[in-house]
């Protein structure tokens, strides 16, 4: 129900809104529209409090951090990062808790993500909700809140200053705590700083979604992916064929939003 909210109030603020409410002067309207501190504090809230006050049934795998928390069976389940949230909440014996700070992470630094890296702050916001990338965190809270921190450092690659890497791969190590996927950061290191043409970027994108729907070649990297996790590897020894094969049309629905992000 939310996604039907949140859409169109997105859509609505960030493309009308917007202009209709800022008061018209001789200085440069839009580009206090576009990087208005404001603008992020009320988004902020508004993500937040959408997120962190939903119902625990909300989101396929969020019953599960519920189970964790409820049954106090997240030791050697999680990453250190989670753990120690998962600690504070049950010692305040308030799921709010956990939930709270994850939600205040995820939101915070992908809007401090936004503030780095995008001229205009209410499109960069339309973005984050129109490409699905919020409402992942719904689901995956952990991978979310280490996509977050990336986000918030990628542009210290960029960077001409000097340590600015170290300071990524700092802020990969504690991504790391909260998700292990995060390792994968690292390939950003090793990308070469150049412009990048249509004719290169367009066909490895196609060949990428073509190998995705290939089943051997996805099946080949889903098992390398679940051996760097013990927690996953364990979950899904006995099943792993239901766990490659199973949501195909899910699959397709996920891909979507990948494929607006390529477009724009």
Request: with cysteine; hydrophobic share 55%.
């Amino acid at each position: 129900m939310l996604v039907y909210i949140v859409l169109p109030l997105t859509i609505l603020y960030c493309l009308i809104l917007s202009r209709i409410l800022v008061k018209k002067t001789n200085s440069c309207t839009e580009c206090y529209i576009a990087r208005s501190n404001i603008t992020l504090f009320i988004w902020a809230a508004i993500l937040f409090g959408l997120a962190a006050f939903k119902g625990i049934r909300v989101g396929t795998d969020y019953p599960m951090y519920y189970y964790f928390f409820d049954d106090v069976a997240y030791e050697g389940r999680v990453e250190l990062g989670i753990s120690y949230i998962y600690q504070l909440a049950i010692i305040n014996d308030s799921f709010l808790i956990f939930s709270s700070i994850i939600y205040f992470l995820i939101v915070t630094f992908l809007l401090l993500g936004i503030k780095k890296n995008c001229p205009n702050y209410l499109i960069g916001i339309l973005f984050l909700v129109l490409t699905y990338v919020y409402f992942t965190s719904f689901n995956q809270l952990r991978q979310m809140l280490a996509v977050s921190l990336v986000f918030y450092g990628i542009t210290l690659i960029i960077s001409k200053k000097k340590n600015n890497k170290l300071k990524f791969i700092f802020i990969i190590a504690i991504a790391l705590m909260f998700h292990n996927s995060a390792i994968f950061a690292f390939i950003f290191l090793l990308i070469p700083k150049v412009k990048y043409k249509p004719r290169i970027v367009i066909p490895l994108f196609l060949t990428t979604i073509a190998l995705y729907f290939i089943p051997d070649v996805k099946n080949f990297i889903g098992l390398q992916v679940v051996k760097l996790s013990g927690v996953y590897a364990q979950k899904y020894a006995n099943n792993l064929d239901y766990f490659f094969s199973i949501n195909k049309e899910k699959g397709i629905i996920q891909l979507i939003p990948v494929l607006v992000q390529m477009i724009i």
